[in-house]
C-alpha cells in the first residue's frame, strides 16, 4: 500500500513539473559549436566532393505553453570539391548564418526533447575560390534555407542534430549549371543563463 501510495505522489509531482515547464513562458541564452557536413549536389557536368566544416555562435530561446521560438547566430565554414573534366577546385565559403526556428519541446526536470523548423538566411564574408577557373561555384553574397531538426536538453547542455535545404541556386563558373546548398550538421550547445 505504502509503494502504491508513493508511486500515485511521485506520478503527480511530475506531471506538475512537466505542466510547469510547459506553461510557465521562459527565456535562455546561450553558446553553441558543431560541425557541418555541406553537399552541393552534382549537375551536369560538374561532380562535387562534399567536405566537413564548423560552426560556432550564440543562441536564445523563448518559450511557453509547449513551444519555442528559437533565433541563433553563427559562423559557418562550408566547403566542396568540384570536379570538371580532371579540373579540381576546392572551395570554402565563410558566413554569417540567422536560423529563426519555431517549434515544440517536450519534457521536465532538465531533459526535455525539441522538434523545430524555419528559413535561415546566410550572409557570406568569404569565399575561398577561383573564380576565373570553369570549376568555380559562384556562391552569392546572401543565401536562403529551410533548416528542420530534433534536439535533446541535459540539464544545462544541448545536442542538435539538423538538415539545411538551400532555397537558392548556386551557379557554376560560366556554364548555365547550378544546384543549391545542402548541409547536415551536428552541435552542442551551453545554457549561459534563464529566466
Same mark, same amino acid.
Given at each position: 500500500?505504502?509503494?502504491?501510495?508513493?508511486?500515485?505522489? +511521485?506520478?503527480?509531482?511530475?506531471?506538475? @513539473? $512537466? %505542466?510547469?515547464? #510547459?506553461?510557465?513562458? *521562459? !527565456?535562455?541564452?546561450? /553558446?553553441?559549436?558543431?560541425?557541418?557536413?555541406?553537399?552541393?549536389?552534382?549537375n551536369?557536368?560538374?561532380n562535387?566532393?562534399?567536405?566537413?566544416?564548423?560552426?560556432a555562435?550564440?543562441?536564445?530561446?523563448?518559450?511557453?505553453?509547449?513551444?519555442?521560438?528559437?533565433?541563433?547566430?553563427y559562423?559557418?565554414?562550408? +566547403?566542396?570539391?568540384?570536379?570538371?573534366? @580532371? $579540373? %579540381?577546385n576546392? #572551395?570554402?565559403?565563410? *558566413? !554569417?548564418?540567422?536560423? /529563426?526556428l519555431?517549434g515544440?519541446?517536450?519534457?521536465?526536470?532538465?531533459?526535455?526533447?525539441?522538434?523545430?523548423?524555419?528559413?535561415?538566411?546566410s550572409?557570406?564574408?568569404?569565399?575561398?575560390?577561383?573564380?576565373n577557373d570553369?570549376?568555380?561555384?559562384?556562391?552569392?553574397?546572401?543565401?536562403?534555407a529551410i533548416?528542420?531538426?530534433?534536439?535533446?536538453?541535459?540539464?544545462?547542455?544541448?545536442?542538435?542534430?539538423?538538415?539545411?535545404?538551400?532555397?537558392?541556386?548556386?551557379?557554376y563558373?560560366?556554364?548555365?549549371?547550378?544546384?543549391r546548398?545542402?548541409?547536415?550538421?551536428?552541435?552542442?550547445?551551453?545554457k549561459?543563463?534563464?529566466?
Amino acid at each position: 500500500m505504502k509503494k502504491s501510495i508513493l508511486l500515485i505522489f +511521485s506520478i503527480f509531482l511530475l506531471s506538475i @513539473g $512537466v %505542466s510547469k515547464a #510547459q506553461v510557465i513562458p *521562459s !527565456f535562455s541564452f546561450g /553558446l553553441k559549436g558543431g560541425l557541418n557536413y555541406s553537399t552541393f549536389p552534382s549537375n551536369g557536368v560538374f561532380n562535387n566532393d562534399n567536405k566537413a566544416g564548423y560552426q560556432a555562435g550564440a543562441w536564445a530561446r523563448i518559450g511557453g505553453l509547449g513551444f519555442i521560438f528559437q533565433p541563433e547566430l553563427y559562423f559557418a565554414d562550408k +566547403s566542396v570539391t568540384v570536379n570538371n573534366g @580532371g $579540373v %579540381s577546385n576546392k #572551395q570554402s565559403f565563410k *558566413s !554569417f548564418d540567422v536560423p /529563426l526556428l519555431i517549434g515544440a519541446k517536450v519534457g521536465a526536470l532538465g531533459l526535455g526533447g525539441r522538434f523545430y523548423g524555419g528559413p535561415v538566411l546566410s550572409f557570406t564574408t568569404s569565399k575561398d575560390n577561383a573564380f576565373n577557373d570553369a570549376t568555380a561555384l559562384r556562391y552569392k553574397d546572401a543565401n536562403y534555407a529551410i533548416q528542420v531538426g530534433a534536439g535533446v536538453d541535459i540539464s544545462s547542455f544541448s545536442v542538435d542534430l539538423r538538415y539545411e535545404g538551400g532555397l537558392n541556386k548556386i551557379p557554376y563558373g560560366n556554364d548555365n549549371s547550378h544546384t543549391r546548398v545542402s548541409l547536415f550538421s551536428l552541435s552542442l550547445a551551453y545554457k549561459l543563463f534563464s529566466l
